[in-house]
Nanobody
């Protein structure tokens, strides 16, 4: 079992940066692929990015590619999302999620493939 707690959200001006963290407890974190998703009011939960258990592979949504970077520290049981050049449309609640499979599935964009979820952290980007 994995328990996830996000932090690092807040209010930032457009063009600014934030780094989100996701602290994990449980023995399976290092063996899980980890994803970031976001959800804004009235919209479905949206894939942001995913990283393989070893950190060797990452994939991103086109909307964040080149601006966001996922990383992980398995020794510290922590997942990160560095967000640069933020835009108002990045405003959402951001969630981290764990897929115990470890390798990145072909349909990694689907929330249903992630078993464990954090409670989310709000990111607001003002124009």
């Amino acid at each position: 079992q994995v328990q996830l707690v996000e932090s690092g959200g807040g209010l930032v001006q457009a063009g600014g940066s934030l780094r989100l963290s996701c602290a994990a407890s449980g023995r399976t974190f290092s063996g899980s692929s980890m994803g970031w998703f976001r959800q804004s009011p009235g919209k479905e939960r949206e894939f942001v990015g995913v990283i393989r258990w070893s950190g060797g592979n990452t994939y991103y949504a086109d909307s964040v590619k080149g601006r966001f970077t996922i990383s992980r520290d398995n020794a510290e049981n922590t997942l990160y999302l560095q967000m640069n050049s933020l835009k108002p449309e990045d405003t959402a609640v951001y969630y981290c999620a764990a897929d115990p499979l470890g390798v990145i599935r072909q349909d990694y964009r689907l929330p249903k493939n992630y078993v464990y979820w954090g409670q989310g952290t709000q990111v607001t980007v003002s124009s």
